[in-house]
């Protein structure tokens, strides 16, 4: 069946260090995908995403990377801050606005 | 401008009760969608309503149900609680030339 899905459920790393959050994903159709970041008590954040048609896309100290081949999506965290703690949840797109949830990573970032 | 808002924050609720939750799309919005977080758990898709009408659902029973108002607005119904329908639930929206999906805080639901 079709899932997407993340490789750890925790990831910590020191302040000042980078972050790598991995997502698998199963569906060769989905043609677009989503980092959101959740925060204690709210609701998800979007981060960056993705098309199918692209392998990497950069925004400010986060990056995505796409790999169609393996069906393998990361999001790269750059200097990561104690302002980064949260779940972040790669998500695919199908259809019209129909999103997929992984179950998420807990990022914890040490001072 | 004011992003998505939901209410109420906090719910209780004991089993078979009905519920209904309310979200107020991003000003320029036209699509909903609900999600189900349970504790620990990635969102999951319930519903998306567009043009007042359901355009697309995941795999929720009809006990949840969904309106859709002409200012865009939408309520989330649930019948008959269920101890396992305690979760948050969140409100999307969408409109526009990309289709970005906005999220409000959400609904923390509790079935006892």
């Known amino acids: 069946g079709e899932s997407v899905g993340l490789h750890l459920p925790t990831l910590s790393v020191q302040e000042g260090d980078n972050s790598i959050i991995n997502c698998a994903y199963s569906?060769?159709?989905?043609?677009?995908f989503i980092w959101y970041k959740q925060e204690s008590g709210k609701g998800p954040q979007f981060i960056i995403d993705?098309?199918?048609?692209?392998d990497k896309r950069q925004g400010q100290r986060v990056t995505v990377l796409l790999n169609k081949t393996v069906k393998h999506l990361s999001l790269q965290i750059a200097a990561t801050q104690p302002g980064d703690s949260a779940v972040y949840f790669c998500?695919?797109?199908?259809?019209?606005?129909?999103?997929?949830f992984g179950a998420g990573t807990r990022l914890t970032v040490k001072p | 401008d004011a992003g998505v808002t939901q209410s109420p924050t906090h719910l209780i609720k004991t089993r078979g009760q009905q519920v209904t939750l309310r979200c107020s799309p991003k000003?320029?919005?036209?699509?909903v969608s609900w999600y189900q977080q349970a504790l620990g758990q990635g969102p999951q898709f319930i519903f998306q309503?567009?043009?007042?009408?359901?355009?697309q659902r995941g795999n929720f029973p009809d006990r949840f149900s969904g309106h859709q108002f002409p200012n865009y607005s939408s309520e989330l119904n649930v019948n008959a609680l269920l101890l396992g329908d305690s979760a948050l639930y969140l409100c999307?929206?969408?409109?526009?030339?990309?289709?970005?999906?906005?999220f409000g805080p959400g609904t923390r639901l509790t079935v006892l």
């Open positions: 000003s320029g919005h036209d699509t």
């Open positions: 993705i098309r199918s048609n692209m």
């Open positions: 569906n060769s159709a989905s043609d677009y």
């Open positions: 309503y567009y043009e007042e009408e359901e355009r």
């Open positions: 999307a929206s969408s409109g526009g030339r990309y289709n970005e999906q906005f």
């Open positions: 998500a695919e797109r199908r259809g019209n606005n129909d999103m997929r």
